[in-house]
């Protein structure tokens, strides 16, 4: 180890969290009459943490380790660059909704940027202690802002129980760092890789008893069943913006660090761990997906979709780090993408405490607002897996990673729940375009921040969707950290 | 050889007219509508591809000044430059394949396409929404043309569910009717399941092969060591996953229940699209990966057999529909049968001929019953029919020669192909039995359309007689075209055109003299048959109809695939998400157990504070009782 610091892997984190408390001093020091410039803070913020990474990526920084548990790698940067992106589509959305809802405070964006601290902290970790800090960071910024929205009761209590069950969750995961670090004597991420490959029988137990551990704390990031439960509540309860990014955002954070961990220094163990994930995956694809049939709630069926996504990213676990890092990250990015646009269609509608949440909302959308209900249909449309937009390049990868690695039985359940999801993707599709409007236009009219958010979005889906070529060598390339 | 620049850029030429054509009129449609006549969009979509079809014509002549490879095979494969998507040992290249296959494609789809494209600028005179119809029917050209014309199987798929989309667009086209949404979103669903078998076919034809790649796949697979009979070896599984996502474009049993339903879009799109081109996909498909299919006994044996009950089945149904398109689009569904026959029994070649000769004089029957409906006024039932002969000649004189056609009476296009298929089929008695009785079945049914239709007296009204009309030169016109296309089509020896592209040899099929004879005499005899039930000896019907009562039952209701169906998706996939999906406009229709439990949370919620509930309680439990799973699972010895 160096004798000196090398504090470069931490600084877009840095940037973020000093960014974060700026904007808190910034609302303290605004006279009451006036609104604090939260959110272009919170922008300049992302986008200054997204150009270090870009310099850490280019310069020098890459490959730089601060005391062997922070690291700038390839695998590192890309998950950076890819939440800093999510954050900052997140925040274009968020002014326009806040204010149409009443919650336009400061404490949002503080949050937001915190949690996203945390995000960039679990996938850059090179060590178990840290990674669980940067996850405890994440979800405490997250359980404050579930519950942001005071006035309603669903908020408050999506809150509630999404913090009773995460500390739960967390405390499995803790368990596990703690059985690990008895196997190896340490919680480094490379210790523990080499001594999960020279396993006695004794300490295999104790290894594996840690690795179930860790599987559920991540299990319940990741929303997988049957540790999903909160995500419906706290996706419908949570304002829309922060729904956007935590369905998009901590869903890629928490596969980074479950790719690492498993992937890597776990990867001894593939053999028992694989039909695990394997199970969760087919479980987790099966339960999204009939649930989210049964939703007459946009944000909900939204929610199991979020659900059912997991457990086909879990189907390219069972594949070779490499094959499967790069499979997953390509679709983390498409995921990330579609899904912002997505919810960040209904948040962009909002008005006076109102959204669009049922299919009479959008009955009609196509002949009012044809722009918004195209980019809704692409969204949607690409949930499904159907060509020309990213998501079928995406699930082709996963799907592929798992055939590849003879797990056949798996991509067959992915490919038939893809099926099943057309169904309730495109009801929304029908009713936009194929259905009368119910009443009055009363949706509010989208701002131009959301607008660009929202036309980022469908363009990303679209694009990568024809030529996907760039960002799937970023994702070889970084997934080759992983060996 | 490779050097012909012309041909590395009229292919992609061909493919983005259309294109162009759509984005034109998507974006400046609003704008083009605005002059005096309003058929500027219209004629704008026809310029684009008529244009595609001289490309193509042109392309192909090209194509022939090449050097002939291995087994006197010229292609070309067209390269655009960029990739689609590359990962380590995988790449799907932007790129074509221009063989004798795809040129005969192309040529249907421009040529045909063309054809109701001019036919549509009559047809939709009257709609209001015709920029975004013509922008539609642009589209689905751009990705019929993809589809045949894509030189790997991802590009080929794109193609395949951009033609879905503009199907399931067109269907629903006139969505104020619901039965038009309802079977837009039915045509969805079930080529879903199709897309499905696709994928996963795909995905084991790149491990069988290491590519996609349409010639690098027709080139190995001779070296796959051939799979008998219920020998369900890497070529069996990927060939027949992907016969299901054929089954479910091309309308066969189990997935055929869609394209009935289809007929409720505009006519000349159930021409191009239900008859002519895209329904074809899955014949195209299967021919063009014939190498493939060639070395599975199973998967062969597979598409005879579902083609052959197939075309039988639908046939009968043919038999007793009453609507004039739906007779049509059962008619299709059995024509199709018969290609796939041709190709479950080796004889690609015969099958894509039948498809080519079909593109005429079905694309020629529907325009002729778009233009009786047009003349009716819109009345598709053919019992209010009857007389027209005289009314609309045009009319009846074209559509006679698609019934002949279609029929197989000698030297009209369908007899050469039907033929062929009867002849290649030989070997097996029954599949010829079934071949020649539908034969028989096909000249009843069609001539029973033509008698209700045509003869007779007219059975409509007054009312709707005043109306009475003979359709304008722009739909008479392609009527014309595709007659002759009928009549004379079938002299071109398409089979001996593309046998190269199946690397089989030659291919040549034996023939026997009393083959054609015994065709002849079957579809003689269907006319006659319906020549004494509907106009000589109309009174025997009802004697007949007490006697094949159950038989004619089990046709009227369509086999009861639709009933079984719908009461597996209701019983069993999602009870009661059609209320969700068509009356469910209202956010308290509670369906599924999720909702509910959510619902009842909601009331107790009023009562008691969230906590007490005992729901939170409810998730850790569940947390933990998954982490016990887990762990137990784990830690199992």
Redesign the interface.
Known sequence: MSGELDLRPLVPAIIVGVTGLVVLLAQAFTPKDRRAPSAPLSLTGLLAALAAVWLLASGGGRGAVLANAVSADAYSLFFQALLLGIAAVAVLLSPSYLRANGLDRGEYYALLLFSVVGMLGLVSSLELVSMFVALEIMSIALYGMAGLYRSRMESQEAALKYFVTGAFSSAFFLYGVALLYGVSGSTSLDRLEWAVSTLTTDSAALALLGAGMLLVGFGFKIASVPFHMWAPDVYEGAPTPATALMSAGVKAAAFGALLRVFGSALHALAGEWQPLVASLAVITMVVGNLAALAQGNLKRMLAFSSVAHAGYVLTALVASPGQAGEAVLFYLVVYGAVNLGAFGTIAALSREGREPLSLGDVAGMAERRPALAAALAVFLVSLTGIPVTAGFVGKFYLFNAAVTAGWVGLALVGVLMSVVSAYYYLRVVVAMYMRDPLGEDTWARVSPSATVALALSAVITLVLGIYPAPVLTLARIAARSLL | MLDDPLLKILPFAILLLPLGGFVVLALFGDWIKRDKEETGAAWLACATVIISFGLAAWTTVRLYGLVAGEGGLRFFQPYLG???????G?SVPYSLLVDPLSCVMMLVVTGVGSLIHVYSVGYMAHDEDRVPYFSYLNLFTFFMLLLVLGGNL?LM??GW??VG?CSYLLI?FW??KDSA?AA??KA??VN??G??GL??GM??V??AFGSLDLVDIADNAGSLAPEGLWEFGPATIAALLLFVGATGKSAQIPLHVWLPDAMEGPTPVSALIHAATMVTAGVYMVARLGPLYHVSETAMMTVAVVGAVTALMAATIALVQTDIKRVLAYSTVSQLGYMFLACGVGAFGVGIFHLYTHAFFKALLFLGSGSVIHAMSGEQDMQRMGGLRKRIPWTFWTFLAGTLAIAGIPFFAGFFSKDEILAAALGHPVLLGIGLFTALLTAFYMARLLFLTFFGDFRGGEEAEHHLHESPWVMLVPLILLAIGSAAGGFVKIPEIVQPVFRLGHGHIPHVAWLPVAATLSAIAGILGAYYLYLAMPELRAGLASTFRPALRVFAAKYYWDDVYNGFVRRV??RG?DL??WQ????????????RT?TITGAL?EMLR??QTG??R???L??L???VA??G???WP
């Open positions: 960029y990739e689609w998507m590359e990962a380590g995988f991802p798929f794109v569910e951009g989309l629903g969505y104020r949404a837009g979103l969805f669903i879903r399941i897309d499905a994928i996963l995905i084991f790149f491990h996939v999602v998400s969700v999906l469910g406009v209202d956010n308290r229709v509670v369906d599924g157990a999720v909702n959510a919620a969230p906590l729901f939170v409810q998730y850790a569940l947390i009782a998954g982490a887990l762990l699972y784990l830690l």
